[in-house]
């Protein structure tokens, strides 16, 4: 597995070992040993619950936090092709307003590692994505956070114009609009 660091501290971009031939392929998407020995998920995390969400092109989801139990994710696209997003949104840190995007596809077989604390979300830039991810704590829908996906103190460079946004990521606050107390 290559292992890819990015600007973002702990957040890594993951290439796992990928058989093929004729037939189709074959890889690991975890394998506790060695992804222990690279520290992913890392300071002793463990994976507790495992997602999946299917979205049609141009659904962009995100961007998330929990507050309270935040989720350290491995994540990867079984299907299709999806643009991926990790930011700092923690006003404390140094590389606050950062963020890391990346293609993770079912061809490419990439995954992203976002350690807890760090905002995620994805646009979907295929016909259809099927989206896993790997969470190193359970969801709490009670500390449930966010920022505006199109927020001007990141300025993501989204592939995408005018994304299909769900009424709850509509309503989220720029970063200038959140309280600290709202922020990882």
Known sequence: MNIIETVLPGV??????????ARGFFLETFHKQRYGEADIPGQGLEFVQDNHSRSR????????????????????????AVFDVAADVNPDSPT??????VELSEENHRQLWIPPGYAHGFCV???IADFQYKCTALYHPESDGGVLWNDPVLAIDWPIVNPILSEKDKALPKLSEAKRSQLP
């Not at 141009?58 to 299709?80: C, D, I, M, W, Y």
């Not at 606050?96 to 995007?101: F, H, K, P, R």
């Open 96 to 101: 606050y307003g950062q963020w890391v995007g």
């Open 12 to 21: 890594l971009i993951i290439e796992p070992k990928v058989f093929g031939d």
């Open 57 to 80: 092109k141009g659904v962009l989801r995100g961007l998330h936090f929990q507050l309270e139990n935040p989720q350290g994710k491995l994540v990867s696209a079984g299907t299709g």
């Open 125 to 127: 830039l295929s016909d």
